[in-house]
């Protein structure tokens, strides 16, 4: 396995670029070439955000589980171009803290993470 580097994480700005270096830098076990096939999309409902944070949010996207009981999950969400920002952090898999976690990455314009 590559080690990480800073500089290239950086360099990471966008949920398919995230899952490129996951599969070709670090060597995970991503083996869907169609970037629609490797995620799940949220609305922002389906996390009980409120009305004005909810109004910000572009899309959610959540990477597909790697490997049967995966205890963990990635999120991706993108804001309004007024308030943008793209994140991805890996958050427990258990529903409630997903949830938490993304409505804390959401409100607070950054990542969130466990």
Known sequence: MTPLRAEELRSIKSFPQLVRY?????????????????TFDYAPEEFGLDEKVAAKVREIKQLRPLVTGQPWAFFSSTSSPRNSHRSAAPHPAGARDQEACLREQVANGGMAGA
């Open 22 to 38: 996951l599969r070709d830098e670090l060597e995970w076990p991503i083996e869907q070439e169609s970037f629609d096939d490797l």
